[in-house]
């Protein structure tokens, strides 16, 4: 079995690599996120619970995650491996994961970090702009309007909510960047981090991020730019 634990903050590219790793390595994408949203779609018991912390805002226990995520592992399409998005996020949550799948005599074979500065994070998570009219989403660097300030669709004027300006987003950073660092610490301790650099052309880091996860597999050499970190 492979497990990959995939590493990042909010806007440094998870969401893009994910699947392209998923469809190129075999392996299915176990991303939290989602399975919380499918568990409370279909109004399963855990979903339910789930559902009342989501409602509140607040972070769901790792507990309920926890049993979440071992209950998809166990489903057929898991039993070669996965790549896991979202999970750990916290120390408990990595020693949870390294108990679990010592249980199946497995282990997390690399973690994945793709690293990018807090800046230029702050920069592409506050481009998003929203038209007034309708709501279409637009971003300064991934899908920037044809004309500034205006929907292409609408002409709507773009307007940005509160929790996607600058400040907000920096402050919404700092605490999501102190989990990160201490998860990829724990990997790093284990010798199994391996970093890229995420500021790169979308296809470059896809193609670090594969030399990485096959190294970590045992398949093959590590790139120049998929660096060791651990020991």
Request: proline share 5%.
């Amino acid at each position: 079995m492979t497990f990959l634990v995939l590493l990042g903050a909010p806007g440094a590219g998870k969401g893009t690599q994910a699947p392209i790793l998923a469809d190129r390595l075999g392996l299915p994408h176990v991303a939290t996120g989602d399975l919380f949203r499918a568990a409370v779609h279909e109004g399963s018991a855990i979903g339910i619970e789930a559902r009342r912390y989501m409602e509140r805002g607040h972070l769901v226990p790792d507990s309920i995650t926890v049993k979440m995520l071992l209950d998809r592992l166990a489903q057929p399409d898991a039993a070669s491996g996965a790549i896991l998005d979202g999970f750990p996020r916290n120390l408990a949550q990595a020693d949870i994961l390294a108990t679990a799948l010592a249980d199946r005599d497995s282990a997390v074979d690399v973690a994945l970090e793709i690293e990018v500065p807090e800046a230029e994070l702050v920069r592409r998570l506050s481009g998003r702009w929203i038209c007034r009219a309708n709501g279409h989403v637009y971003n300064e660097t991934s899908h920037p309007p044809r004309v500034a300030g205006r929907c292409d669709l609408d002409d709507s004027p773009l307007i940005q909510r509160e929790d996607d300006r600058s400040e907000t987003i920096a402050a919404r950073l700092a605490t999501q960047l102190s989990a990160l660092r201490e998860v990829v610490g724990y990997y790093r301790e284990r010798g199994l981090l391996r970093s890229i650099d995420g500021r790169r052309p979308v296809v470059e880091v896809t193609a670090a991020l594969l030399a990485a996860a096959g190294g970590g597999a045992g398949t093959g050499a590590w790139s120049a730019d998929a660096r060791g970190t651990g020991g």
